[in-house]
């Protein structure tokens, strides 16, 4: 079964997307037991400081990066119980914490399409971005306001027929805590976060795709692999690999985004400057080496 076919989950704007698959934004609410919620959120309040978080394109994300938390894991699998078998999620251990005056975020889209690494503007160190169907989000903490808006998405969830303005009204969704929100990661789906008024919003941030077309660069869930890699599930023994690609990308490591950032460059100039003249294949050359 698709995750789309369970009964607990809510299309509440249906779309096929360019490729064919079913897509839009699908809810599932309330779904993250209160345990669990109870002791991320004990281990984010612990763990208050962000991580320094230099290995962005988008200084955004900078100082909203937690570290790693106890419970996080135990989510990513639970996320992945309900994608799997068809879909898959890398690896991650982090949330964004956003707060009142951090202004929202920004509009974007997850990924440029598929075979489109040549529009990238954001770093791709697992190498899937342009291997993407969904987005995936699952919300803890206590706030208000934050919600989602798809300013291309009519109010009734239709996608709009012309170019919209900003200021104009569109499709937004209200998350509350233990939902998980899934979109799709193309045009016209772009999205950003209204300002958060109150509280604290924790979002755990992932993006899916088909588990045929992961790239190589981590273990599908429910793998021997997978299960070998993980061992003890502590967040030590996480750390030490599974966190981290199988496949290192050559055009994000360190000292490229290190030059990419020091381009002073963002979005469509970092695009243009960088990778609009790579071949899609390029992108792809060091996935295939053991292959040789």
């Not at 698709?2 to 249906?14: A, L």
């Not at 962000?50 to 100082?63: G, M, R, S, V």
């Not at 770093?123 to 291309?152: H, K, M, Q, R, T």
């Not at 012309?162 to 979109?183: K, L, M, Q, T």
Request: hydrophobic share 35%; proline share 6%.
């Amino acid at each position: 079964m698709n995750f789309y076919d369970r009964e607990d989950c809510i299309n509440i704007s249906p779309y096929v997307d360019a490729y064919g698959t079913k897509s839009g934004v699908f809810v599932f609410k309330n779904i993250i037991p209160e345990e669990l919620m109870q002791k991320i959120e004990n281990d984010a309040a612990l763990k208050d400081k962000p991580i320094d978080f230099e290995k962005t394109l988008i200084n955004w994300y900078a100082a909203k990066t937690t570290q790693s938390l106890e419970g996080l894991h135990e989510l990513w699998e639970l996320i992945s119980e309900i994608l799997s078998p068809g879909w898959v999620i890398h690896p991650a251990l982090n949330l964004l914490k956003v707060q009142p005056g951090d202004n929202g975020m920004f509009i974007h889209s997850d990924s440029p399409g598929k075979n489109m690494c040549h529009l990238l503007s954001q770093l791709d160190i697992w190498s899937s971005c342009c291997e993407l169907d969904y987005g995936v989000v699952a919300y803890l903490g206590n706030w208000e306001g934050g919600a989602i808006f798809y300013p291309n998405i009519n109010v009734d969830g239709t996608v709009k027929t012309v170019p919209a303005d900003i200021s104009d009204p569109c499709f937004e969704y209200n998350p509350e805590r233990g939902d998980i929100v899934i979109h799709s990661a193309f045009k016209p789906y772009e999205h950003g976060v209204r300002e958060v008024t109150s509280g604290v919003r924790y979002a755990f941030s992932n993006f899916s795709m088909k588990a045929e077309d992961n790239p190589g660069t981590f273990y599908n869930y429910g793998t021997p692999e997978y299960i070998e890699q993980v061992g003890d599930k502590s967040i030590q023994s996480l750390s030490k690999s599974w966190i981290f690609p199988l496949i290192e990308n050559p055009h994000f490591s360190e000292e490229n985004i290190k030059r990419y950032q020091d381009s002073g460059l963002v979005g469509e100039e970092l695009t243009a400057e960088f990778f609009k003249d790579i071949p899609h294949e390029e992108f792809k050359t060091h996935l295939h080496k053991n292959d040789e």
